[in-house]
């Protein structure tokens, strides 16, 4: 480390890596398009300028993502000199970028408003026309480009090279005729092709599935962790008020994901925002389910492991640490094997994040002591008990919808999910929030645990299944609360 | 589809000058132009990829960054005209305008009869000539719109 | 003018000197002989080059034997080197290095042996321009014949030194001329400049110290090293040494490539080289050299051309490529035709490059079409302060500031004549073409 002075203040700053990093790290503001931290720095778009004073040389306006930062240097982010260049720049670029915040999903939350506003560039002294360009190519499922927003950053271009190392894109022709392009307009393909509309500082790149969706200042957003595999990157659920999950994106974590996320789990969100959720209680009354208060639901559990030796809790492996933890005490209090299901690797595992194991607590439950087993044993061994407690997110999916509906009436199942069960077998579900609607920790392969956070508020009558797990517990004769029942 | 075996032995000799392959690259677009109908189709771009061990996209970053690739089918004749200074002072506007009438090629484009193309280009390095014409890779200089006329008109 | 001993040119004038057999029999080849088997090291090279004062011919005037000078000592950096020739010769009214090449092609692979021994390179390459098939042809030709004659590749006339000559070609691009952009191209990628620092001697080609030099730069390395450096640094000027060619075009009687000294003044070039302006006509506008430096109006043709007058004169010396407008001449057209250039030729990196040369361009347009508009002056010259100096990765976007603001200081009263009278008085007639993509 080497030690600068930026804006007044001495700080530490990391001679291997750029000034705008320590600048960063500093929190110092200090714009940047062509920059990021995740991608090779190429200095080409010159809104970074920043005053450098070396020795006795006087001042000079240097793109910080191209200096590194020397022993003494004196850098000044604010200096006049500085925000004239970076308003020159603006002014360069806006030149020929449309006037497209009123219907472009990047307003709110693009680099290219948000630094015209920083700096003041209110007014463009252009006469010229704007040159027209394609302003809805699709790049295949997931990208629209609009050529006339990109400012060339060339970010997207260096993405596919660098990160799932496959080039996809180019910028083609050049000068002022520079286009980014595909070769022959053919699709973008592979699954992190979503992170390029992150990437884009402004409107070019958009994803098809979240074109129009909402305004980005309406979304309530909170940190919170994938779970639609082992690796458990880090993202930010981004919820419309009153309404859907509109966006997972990924959060910066060094550990786990970098800057990234993959497609797969970036438009999972159909699974936070599902119809037909199992809403309170319901307990079956000869051969009807009959809707019913949660407590008495919750009775009738308590009830069933009460009369039987020998329980069984089949745990989804989509439980939190939380969640595991409570449902472990409760099994051993009532003497109850205890396992999750642990279903095959599917083919989704790429060289780059994910797993392609679709268990996103696994370690955590592990670690735990749970054991995991197949969804064919455990519907064996679910059949063969007597009474069933299968808790947590598609536990039922993951068991086998057909397997489960198909067990004999002799097994008394129970059921805490998100959606209603269909089974012969069934004598009570109860409705739990889903990975978006309640908080806890999943633990990832490499034992690096991850918070999920209540971002979406749980549909009227559901509840998070520890609520329901410390109502049980209450509602159980070891409490003296349960006496009075 | 691939290289046509001439090109692709001529390559093989070619790479061995550089320490990284792909620095043929510009060389080998060349020959292809040359070779394979005057222009650079996606098919060569393609094969060119196979054979540098690039994305064809890599390619076709590289072949658009470079006027003289043509990424289009052009006539039998190709005549790029300089209409920089030193040839826009000694009348280039004039040359150009009777390149096109006599070929019927529209500046920028191709004949009908696809026997020609006309281009406009920057400085060919023949100022102290002025004005010129590279007509399909010939330089023609000092030239007067009867010259042009005459050199175009006695092209088969 | 004063009379003055040639030597550049002498031998480009003899028939049948691109081959070697002539080139030999005219006493080439003998500055190499006296480097690898006259005992002189490297460094003494390096020495020599800096005492005979030669100043690159590329267009940026640097110190040639400085630059040489700043290739890594090779005790404590022993990567592989590169010489790369540039002959990519694209500055507007430059075509001089094309005269070297088609007719001294040995004369240009002596320089750059001389030149790769004093940097211990092992390999040159010489960018040719893709235009430049003649030049590349006599040039490759010429590698062939030097390489059979022991003149290229393992142990040079029996030396211990060994280098090997390649040709390669460009495609059309102005900035692959320059230095980094050069240096891209070579590697097979798009002509983009790379950032410097690191300079090319750090990191060139593949990552290797490399050094740079235009064609007419090494040319003169075999004369110097034959007639000594004092030889050289007693031609020329205070800082502006030997002599040089000089490219003029335009509006002239005898446009040319002349060998000259430094320390004849433009007026002298003009008048006794090029027959004077043409058609009997003023001179009112010039480029001394090429179109990436300022203009001048007719009344400096007193200029010495040379680096510091030239300087002192508020342009500059660039590739002495001289561009001469008579009085007949639209100065909005002028700036039209070099706007567009500079549009065309821009990367597309830099924000204010690539945004810039089209917005100048479109500006120089509408004036030079009758569309001029009252603030267009004002905004060229805003322009063109927020495109230079040193704004961005290379001067790409300097060369197209520096005319223009030129323009705007010598010829403001002409482009505000055009855009008042909504027509350019000046203006040649339009001969009408089929115009698809035309300017």
Same mark, same amino acid.
């Given at each position: 480390?080497?030690?600068?002075?930026?804006?007044?203040?001495?700080?530490?700053?990391?001679?291997?890596?750029?000034?705008?990093?320590?600048?960063?790290?500093?929190?110092?503001?200090?714009?940047?398009?062509?920059?990021?931290?995740?991608?090779?720095?190429?200095?080409?778009?010159?809104?970074?300028?920043?005053?450098?004073?070396?020795?006795?040389?006087?001042?000079?306006?240097?793109?910080?993502?191209?200096?590194?930062?020397?022993?003494?240097?004196?850098?000044?982010?604010?200096?006049?000199?500085?925000?004239?260049?970076?308003?020159?720049?603006?002014?360069?670029?806006?030149?020929?970028?449309?006037?497209?915040?009123?219907?472009?999903?990047?307003?709110?939350?693009?680099?290219?408003?948000?630094?015209?506003?920083?700096?003041?560039?209110?007014?463009?002294?252009?006469?010229?026309?704007?040159?027209?360009?394609?302003?809805?190519?699709?790049?295949?499922?997931?990208?629209?480009?609009?050529?006339?927003?990109?400012?060339?950053?060339?970010?997207?271009?260096?993405?596919?090279?660098?990160?799932?190392?496959?080039?996809?894109?180019?910028?083609?022709?050049?000068?002022?005729?520079?286009?980014?392009?595909?070769?022959?307009?053919?699709?973008?393909?592979?699954?992190?092709?979503?992170?390029?509309?992150?990437?884009?500082?402004?409107?070019?790149?958009?994803?098809?599935?979240?074109?129009?969706?909402?305004?980005?200042?309406?979304?309530?957003?909170?940190?919170?962790?994938?779970?639609?595999?082992?690796?458990?990157?880090?993202?930010?659920?981004?919820?419309?008020?009153?309404?859907?999950?509109?966006?997972?994106?990924?959060?910066?974590?060094?550990?786990?994901?970098?800057?990234?996320?993959?497609?797969?789990?970036?438009?999972?969100?159909?699974?936070?925002?599902?119809?037909?959720?199992?809403?309170?209680?319901?307990?079956?009354?000869?051969?009807?389910?009959?809707?019913?208060?949660?407590?008495?639901?919750?009775?009738?559990?308590?009830?069933?492991?009460?009369?039987?030796?020998?329980?069984?809790?089949?745990?989804?492996?989509?439980?939190?640490?939380?969640?595991?933890?409570?449902?472990?005490?409760?099994?051993?209090?009532? @003497?109850?094997?205890? *396992?999750? &299901?642990? /279903? =095959?690797?599917?083919?989704?595992?790429?060289?780059?994040? !994910?797993?392609? +194991?679709?268990?996103?607590?696994?370690?955590?439950?592990?670690?735990?002591?749970?054991?995991?087993?197949?969804?064919?044993?455990?519907?064996?061994?679910?059949?063969?008990?007597?009474?069933?407690?299968?808790?947590?997110?598609?536990?039922?999916?993951?068991?086998?919808?057909?397997?489960?509906?198909?067990?004999?009436?002799?097994?008394?199942?129970?059921?805490?999910?998100?959606?209603?069960?269909?089974?012969?077998?069934?004598?009570?579900?109860?409705?739990?929030?889903?990975?978006?609607?309640?908080?806890?920790?999943?633990?990832?392969?490499?034992?690096? @645990?991850?918070?999920? *956070?209540? &971002?979406? /508020? =749980?549909?009227?009558?559901?509840?998070?299944?520890?609520? !329901?797990?410390? +109502?049980?517990?209450?509602?159980?004769?070891?409490?003296?609360?349960?006496?009075?029942? | 589809?691939?290289?046509?075996?001439?090109?692709?032995?001529?390559?093989?000799?070619?790479?061995?000058?550089?320490?990284?392959?792909?620095?043929?690259?510009?060389?080998?677009?060349?020959?292809?132009?040359?070779?394979?109908?005057?222009?650079?189709?996606?098919?060569?771009?393609?094969?060119?990829?196979?054979?540098?061990?690039?994305?064809?996209?890599?390619?076709?970053?590289?072949?658009?960054?470079?006027?003289?690739?043509?990424?289009?089918?052009?006539?039998?004749?190709?005549?790029?005209?300089?209409?920089?200074?030193?040839?826009?002072?000694?009348?280039?506007?004039?040359?150009?305008?009777?390149?096109?009438?006599?070929?019927?090629?529209?500046?920028?484009?191709?004949?009908?009869?696809?026997?020609?193309?006309?281009?406009?280009?920057?400085?060919?390095?023949?100022?102290?000539?002025?004005?010129?014409?590279?007509?399909?890779?010939?330089?023609?200089?000092?030239?007067?719109?009867?010259?042009?006329?005459?050199?175009?008109?006695?092209?088969? | 003018?004063?009379?003055?001993?040639?030597?550049?040119?002498?031998?480009?004038?003899?028939?049948?000197?691109?081959?070697?057999?002539?080139?030999?029999?005219?006493?080439?080849?003998?500055?190499?002989?006296?480097?690898?088997?006259?005992?002189?090291?490297?460094?003494?090279?390096?020495?020599?080059?800096?005492?005979?004062?030669?100043?690159?011919?590329?267009?940026?005037?640097?110190?040639?034997?400085?630059?040489?000078?700043?290739?890594?000592?090779?005790?404590?950096?022993?990567?592989?080197?590169?010489?790369?020739?540039?002959?990519?010769?694209?500055?507007?009214?430059?075509?001089?290095?094309?005269?070297?090449?088609?007719?001294?092609?040995?004369?240009?692979?002596?320089?750059?042996?001389?030149?790769?021994?004093?940097?211990?390179?092992?390999?040159?390459?010489?960018?040719?321009?893709?235009?430049?098939?003649?030049?590349?042809?006599?040039?490759?030709?010429?590698?062939?014949?030097?390489?059979?004659?022991?003149?290229?590749?393992?142990?040079?006339?029996?030396?211990?030194?060994?280098?090997?000559?390649?040709?390669?070609?460009?495609?059309?691009?102005?900035?692959?001329?320059?230095?980094?952009?050069?240096?891209?191209?070579?590697?097979?990628?798009?002509?983009?400049?790379?950032?410097?620092?690191?300079?090319?001697?750090?990191?060139?080609?593949?990552?290797?110290?490399?050094?740079?030099?235009?064609?007419?730069?090494?040319?003169?390395?075999?004369?110097?090293?034959?007639?000594?450096?004092?030889?050289?640094?007693?031609?020329?000027?205070?800082?502006?040494?030997?002599?040089?060619?000089?490219?003029?075009?335009?509006?002239?009687?005898?446009?040319?490539?002349?060998?000259?000294?430094?320390?004849?003044?433009?007026?002298?070039?003009?008048?006794?080289?090029?027959?004077?302006?043409?058609?009997?006509?003023?001179?009112?506008?010039?480029?001394?050299?090429?179109?990436?430096?300022?203009?001048?109006?007719?009344?400096?043709?007193?200029?010495?051309?040379?680096?510091?007058?030239?300087?002192?004169?508020?342009?500059?010396?660039?590739?002495?490529?001289?561009?001469?407008?008579?009085?007949?001449?639209?100065?909005?057209?002028?700036?039209?035709?070099?706007?567009?250039?500079?549009?065309?030729?821009?990367?597309?990196?830099?924000?204010?490059?690539?945004?810039?040369?089209?917005?100048?361009?479109?500006?120089?347009?509408?004036?030079?079409?009758?569309?001029?508009?009252?603030?267009?002056?004002?905004?060229?010259?805003?322009?063109?302060?927020?495109?230079?100096?040193?704004?961005?990765?290379?001067?790409?976007?300097?060369?197209?500031?520096?005319?223009?603001?030129?323009?705007?200081?010598?010829?403001?009263?002409?482009?505000?004549?055009?855009?008042?009278?909504?027509?350019?008085?000046?203006?040649?007639?339009?001969?009408?073409?089929?115009?698809?993509?035309?300017?």
């Amino acid at each position: 480390m080497v030690k600068i002075t930026v804006n007044g203040r001495v700080v530490d700053a990391d001679p291997t890596k750029p000034l705008i990093r320590a600048c960063h790290d500093n929190d110092v503001d200090v714009p940047m398009y062509c920059y990021h931290p995740g991608l090779s720095p190429v200095g080409s778009c010159r809104i970074c300028q920043v005053e450098v004073k070396q020795g006795e040389a006087p001042g000079r306006v240097m793109v910080a993502c191209r200096t590194q930062p020397v022993e003494g240097m004196i850098v000044d982010t604010e200096s006049p000199k500085a925000h004239d260049t970076r308003r020159e720049c603006l002014e360069f670029l806006l030149k020929n970028h449309p006037l497209d915040c009123p219907i472009c999903d990047k307003a709110g939350e693009c680099d290219l408003q948000d630094y015209a506003y920083d700096e003041g560039q209110a007014e463009g002294r252009s006469n010229e026309p704007r040159r027209p360009m394609e302003k809805r190519k699709s790049l295949g499922d997931v990208i629209v480009l609009d050529e006339e927003r990109c400012i060339l950053c060339s970010r997207c271009v260096r993405f596919f090279e660098e990160v799932p190392k496959k080039a996809q894109l180019t910028v083609s022709d050049l000068g002022s005729r520079s286009i980014i392009s595909t070769f022959m307009d053919r699709p973008l393909t592979g699954n992190y092709q979503g992170n390029i509309a992150d990437l884009c500082p402004v409107g070019a790149l958009t994803l098809k599935k979240f074109r129009f969706q909402a305004r980005v200042w309406n979304l309530v957003k909170m940190a919170s962790t994938c779970v639609e595999c082992s690796r458990g990157c880090s993202i930010q659920v981004e919820v419309l008020r009153g309404s859907d999950v509109k966006r997972f994106r990924p959060r910066a974590n060094e550990k786990v994901n970098g800057h990234w996320m993959c497609d797969y789990g970036r438009f999972a969100i159909g699974h936070a925002n599902a119809d037909g959720r199992l809403e309170g209680a319901r307990i079956m009354e000869g051969v009807t389910l009959l809707q019913s208060p949660i407590e008495d639901g919750l009775c009738a559990v308590r009830d069933a492991l009460m009369s039987s030796k020998g329980a069984l809790f089949v745990l989804s492996p989509y439980c939190t640490v939380e969640e595991g933890q409570a449902l472990l005490e409760l099994a051993r209090r009532h @003497r109850a094997e205890i *396992a999750f &299901v642990s /279903p =095959a690797a599917n083919a989704l595992k790429d060289d780059l994040l !994910h797993t392609g +194991d679709p268990c996103p607590n696994r370690r955590g439950l592990s670690e735990l002591g749970i054991a995991g087993d197949t969804p064919l044993n455990l519907t064996k061994r679910i059949a063969a008990a007597k009474v069933a407690v299968v808790a947590g997110e598609r536990v039922v999916e993951i068991l086998g919808a057909a397997e489960v509906k198909a067990l004999p009436a002799t097994v008394a199942l129970y059921a805490f999910e998100c959606h209603p069960v269909e089974a012969r077998a069934l004598r009570c579900e109860i409705g739990i929030a889903n990975h978006v609607e309640r908080a806890g920790t999943v633990v990832n392969l490499d034992g690096i @645990r991850g918070p999920l *956070a209540a &971002v979406k /508020p =749980a549909p009227r009558g559901v509840r998070a299944l520890s609520r !329901h797990l410390e +109502d049980l517990a209450r509602l159980s004769p070891l409490s003296k609360e349960s006496a009075s029942r | 589809m691939s290289l046509p075996q001439k090109l692709t032995a001529e390559f093989d000799e070619l790479v061995k000058n550089y320490p990284e392959r792909r620095a043929a690259l510009i060389v080998a677009l060349h020959r292809c132009q040359e070779e394979l109908g005057g222009w650079i189709s996606p098919q060569t771009m393609e094969d060119l990829g196979t054979y540098f061990g690039l994305e064809p996209v890599e390619v076709f970053g590289v072949a658009s960054f470079y006027p003289m690739f043509n990424l289009r089918p052009v006539g039998k004749h190709v005549v790029s005209i300089c209409h920089n200074i030193s040839c826009d002072l000694r009348g280039a506007q004039d040359i150009i305008a009777k390149a096109c009438e006599v070929t019927g090629a529209p500046l920028g484009g191709t004949s009908k009869d696809g026997k020609w193309t006309v281009k406009h280009v920057e400085c060919q390095g023949a100022c102290a000539n002025a004005p010129m014409i590279d007509l399909d890779g010939v330089y023609h200089e000092d030239l007067t719109i009867e010259k042009v006329a005459k050199i175009l008109g006695a092209v088969r | 003018m004063k009379a003055f001993e040639t030597y550049l040119l002498d031998r480009a004038k003899v028939e049948g000197n691109h081959q070697l057999a002539t080139y030999e029999k005219l006493g080439g080849y003998k500055g190499l002989e006296k480097v690898l088997k006259g005992g002189m090291t490297p460094a003494t090279v390096v020495d020599e080059m800096k005492k005979s004062g030669l100043r690159g011919r590329g267009g940026a005037g640097f110190s040639t034997g400085m630059k040489w000078s700043f290739m890594p000592d090779i005790t404590k950096d022993p990567r592989v080197r590169y010489l790369a020739i540039n002959a990519d010769e694209s500055e507007p009214g430059t075509c001089k290095d094309r005269v070297l090449m088609e007719k001294d092609p040995h004369g240009v692979i002596e320089g750059a042996l001389i030149a790769a021994y004093a940097i211990r390179a092992s390999a040159v390459y010489v960018y040719v321009r893709g235009e430049y098939r003649l030049s590349h042809d006599r040039m490759a030709a010429a590698v062939k014949e030097a390489r059979a004659a022991n003149l290229v590749g393992k142990n040079i006339l029996g030396s211990d030194y060994s280098c090997e000559v390649h040709m390669h070609k460009g495609a059309g691009a102005y900035i692959c001329g320059e230095e980094t952009g050069l240096m891209e191209s070579l590697e097979g990628k798009r002509g983009h400049p790379r950032q410097k620092p690191p300079f090319p001697a750090q990191s060139g080609l593949w990552s290797s110290p490399t050094t740079v030099n235009n064609v007419e730069t090494v040319f003169n390395a075999p004369y110097i090293i034959e007639r000594g450096a004092a030889w050289h640094a007693a031609i020329g000027t205070q800082n502006s040494k030997g002599n040089f060619l000089v490219g003029i075009s335009g509006h002239v009687n005898k446009p040319g490539v002349y060998e000259l000294p430094f320390g004849v003044t433009a007026q002298e070039i003009l008048e006794e080289k090029a027959g004077g302006v043409w058609k009997d006509r003023k001179l009112k506008a010039w480029f001394p050299g090429g179109s990436s430096c300022s203009l001048l109006k007719g009344s400096d043709v007193d200029v010495v051309l040379d680096h510091d007058s030239l300087r002192a004169r508020g342009s500059s010396l660039g590739t002495a490529a001289m561009v001469m407008m008579d009085d007949h001449t639209s100065m909005a057209r002028v700036m039209e035709v070099i706007a567009r250039f500079y549009e065309h030729e821009s990367c597309g990196q830099c924000s204010q490059c690539r945004e810039g040369t089209q917005w100048l361009s479109q500006i120089f347009h509408r004036i030079a079409h009758g569309h001029g508009l009252e603030d267009d002056v004002a905004t060229l010259e805003a322009l063109a302060k927020g495109m230079a100096p040193g704004k961005t990765i290379c001067a790409l976007s300097d060369a197209a500031a520096i005319p223009t603001l030129s323009a705007v200081k010598l010829f403001k009263d002409e482009l505000i004549e055009c855009i008042r009278q909504k027509r350019d008085p000046l203006a040649a007639p339009a001969p009408k073409y089929a115009t698809v993509g035309a300017h």
